[in-house]
């Protein structure tokens, strides 16, 4: 094993647990995830377990907590890179409690950054959203799309984030980023034994839709009236395992030295915009259930549509996404088969 190490933070969650498993099965580095289950539980680490042929490290901290943090990390040495994850997510979440999102998003950014800089670990990689471009004027966005005021506190603490580490990496020339905007990360593992697993209750489309084929929740889709193909938000939906992927290519880019800049951004998405009912027929397709639900208001914070370029990663990560739509649904859908409840 190389005795560098990478530390993972928010390991447990949903794209950091689905990047665990491709970091261990692709590299050699000594792996330490980073969670305080705030929206996770200690069994995906399990399932991470049963995915890969190596062991990783774990410890239980609240990146906020700048004290525990040092007490915890500073005796970690030969730190090749950060990768962070570790941030709540939930567009509606953030419209109904906004203090606790720029708390928790920005707080736990600044301290790992101070923590970087203290320990001089040059490579860090962030977790973005496209949710950062808001309405855009024109589609699909490249990384040089003007960014528009954000729909919701969720998007706009990603954008603070990603002014942050710009202004750090200014100030700082030996530190490297690779800033990810993910679009929409959907699907599960394609064995179908982990996915998404949220202690609360999920608020993203696709776990709710296999929730509700099981008799677990109700599916209602917000707005059918917007200006859009066929009146529903348009997404650029990605299967988590190719984001997963992006991770261990750009932690190669920026390790192996073949950035351009101190500072680089990338979209992950596939490039194809495809609206809630599009996934709902996906969903049926590949499941053979046909699905119940209601057409409710718009939601507060979304935005009509969005879908990525990706032209920049595919060239300078050498990455490309491997699965289609069908894939993303098959894979949750087996997921939820997994979790139980088909009633
Ligand atoms: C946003 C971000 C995405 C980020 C994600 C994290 C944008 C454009 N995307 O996704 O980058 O990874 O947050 O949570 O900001 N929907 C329903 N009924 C439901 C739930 C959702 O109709 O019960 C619809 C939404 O209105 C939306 C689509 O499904 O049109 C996707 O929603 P969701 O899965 O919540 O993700 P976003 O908010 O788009």
Redesign the pocket.
Known sequence: MNSSCIIVTGGAGYIGSHTLIELLNNTSYRIISIDNFSNSSPSSYDRVKQLTSRDFETINLDLCNETELKKQLSGINNIEGIIHFAAF???PDSVADPVLYYHNNIESLNNILKFSQEKKISNFIFSS???VYGNADALPVTEETVLKKA??P??HTKQIGEEIIEFFCKVNPWFNVVTLR????VGAHMSGKTGESPITKP????P?ITQTAVGKNS?????SDYDTRDG??I?DYIHVTDIADAHVKALDYITQKKNRKNFSLFNLGTGNGVS?LEVIRSFERVSGKKLSYTVGDR?KG??VA?YANNDLAKKELGWKPQYNLDDMMLSAWKWQLNLGGES
């Open positions: 997510k939930s567009v959203s496209c949710s729909e919701s969720y998007g993910y679009f929409n990360p608020n993203n489309l696709v709710i599916l209602t889709v917000f707005g529903y938000c997404r809630v939601r979304d935005v969005v």
